[in-house]
């Protein structure tokens, strides 16, 4: 595996296999790597002739100064990984590279980026609209490669994809996570131990709401028995606990074939998201 770093470099070699007729799979991500992160590489490796991987840690999608510089970063390993899952290139291109003086471009998707993660980060998918169109059009891939993990970002790719007509099949990956529920993260590295320890509570309240609106329960009495179970696990502070349509991510009253259960909650100062179809 190579690692690349300009767009130049990373054209090159894409226009050579694109040449010979290879399929191309991109997998974006912002690096500290995880087993979620390799569920992409692999199912990218299973479905096209070359992968890149892209590590960028997008300024651009930080809504919070001091969380752009505690994000980890740990590209030696990452890129060991990355070999180990048969991925072909790398590239992690330095931010002046992504955004070279002048740069003046941004990608706004409505619809499905106007609640949760974009009511509570303002401009965060701004940045990470932007920053996936242009890797998808450095990459030039025809696959590419997102998970679960990230519902509502996912949806977010799916419609700039339809909308700017971009030469892209958008692929969902199932959200892996650790034997005790939690999905896994980059940002779970930042958890105490005890924090750790209480993480699997956010999955745990989702999966207990999912079951009781399953079995009938009013909708709004089970999202507050998840938001005080989330509580009185320790987390300090709660972002939403929405039932929302898993395609128009519009908050629904009643569970319907797509609902889908997200929560975001704060736990150590750490972020933690995470969402269950219903
Ligand atoms: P990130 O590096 O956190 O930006 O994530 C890069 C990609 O990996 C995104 O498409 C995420 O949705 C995906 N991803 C992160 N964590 C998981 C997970 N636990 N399971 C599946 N996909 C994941």
Same mark, same amino acid.
């Given at each position: 595996?190579?690692?690349?770093?300009?767009?130049?470099?990373?054209?090159?070699?894409?226009?050579?296999?694109?040449?010979?007729?290879?399929? +191309?799979?991109?997998?974006?991500?912002?690096?500290?790597?995880?087993? /979620?992160?390799?569920?992409?590489?692999?199912?990218?490796?299973?479905?096209?002739?070359?992968?890149?991987?892209?590590?960028?840690?997008?300024?651009?999608?930080?809504?919070?100064?001091?969380?752009?510089?505690?994000?980890?970063?740990? &590209?030696?390993?990452?890129?060991?990984?990355?070999?180990?899952?048969?991925?072909?290139?790398?590239?992690? %291109? !330095?931010?002046?590279?992504?955004?070279?003086?002048?740069?003046?471009?941004?990608?706004?998707?409505? /619809?499905?980026?106007?609640?949760?993660?974009?009511?509570?980060?303002? /401009?965060?998918?701004? /940045?990470?609209?932007?920053?996936?169109?242009?890797?998808?059009?450095?990459?030039?891939?025809?696959?590419?490669?997102?998970?679960?993990?990230?519902?509502?970002?996912?949806?977010?790719?799916?419609?700039?994809?339809?909308?700017?007509?971009?030469?892209?099949?958008?692929?969902?990956?199932?959200?892996?996570?650790?034997?005790?529920?939690?999905?896994?993260?980059?940002?779970?590295?930042?958890?105490? %131990?005890?924090?750790?320890?209480? $993480?699997?509570?956010?999955?745990?309240?989702?999966? &207990?709401?999912?079951?009781? +609106?399953?079995?009938?329960?009013?909708?709004?009495?089970?999202?507050?028995?998840?938001?005080?179970? +989330?509580?009185?696990?320790?987390?300090?502070? +709660?972002?939403?606990?929405?039932?929302?349509?898993?395609?128009?991510?519009?908050?629904?009253? $009643? !569970?319907?074939?797509?609902?889908?259960?997200? $929560?975001?909650?704060?736990?150590?100062?750490?972020?933690?998201?995470?969402?269950?179809?219903?």
């Amino acid at each position: 595996m190579r690692t690349v770093r300009t767009v130049a470099a990373l054209r090159k070699a894409v226009t050579a296999w694109k040449a010979d007729g290879a399929a +191309i799979g991109v997998v974006p991500t912002m690096g500290a790597l995880h087993a /979620g992160h390799l569920g992409l590489a692999a199912a990218a490796r299973r479905d096209c002739d070359r992968v890149v991987a892209t590590i960028f840690v997008n300024p651009a999608q930080f809504d919070n100064p001091e969380d752009l510089a505690r994000y980890p970063r740990r &590209e030696r390993a990452d890129a060991a990984m990355l070999r180990r899952a048969g991925v072909d290139l790398l590239f992690a %291109p !330095p931010p002046e590279e992504v955004y070279p003086a002048g740069f003046a471009t941004t990608v706004h998707v409505g /619809g499905p980026a106007a609640r949760m993660e974009g009511a509570h980060r303002p /401009g965060h998918f701004d /940045g990470v609209a932007t920053v996936v169109t242009k890797l998808l059009m450095m990459t030039m891939a025809d696959r590419a490669y997102f998970g679960e993990k990230d519902w509502q970002q996912l949806q977010v790719v799916r419609r700039l994809v339809a909308d700017l007509n971009l030469p892209v099949a958008v692929v969902g990956c199932p959200t892996l996570r650790e034997a005790d529920g939690l999905a896994m993260s980059s940002r779970n590295r930042g958890l105490a %131990p005890a924090a750790r320890a209480a $993480a699997p509570a956010l999955h745990a309240a989702l999966s &207990e709401a999912a079951a009781a +609106i399953r079995s009938g329960a009013d909708v709004g009495a089970a999202l507050g028995a998840a938001r005080a179970a +989330i509580l009185a696990a320790g987390f300090e502070r +709660i972002d939403y606990v929405d039932l929302c349509d898993g395609l128009s991510l519009e908050p629904v009253a $009643a !569970p319907g074939a797509a609902a889908r259960l997200f $929560a975001a909650a704060w736990l150590d100062g750490v972020r933690l998201i995470d969402n269950i179809a219903l």
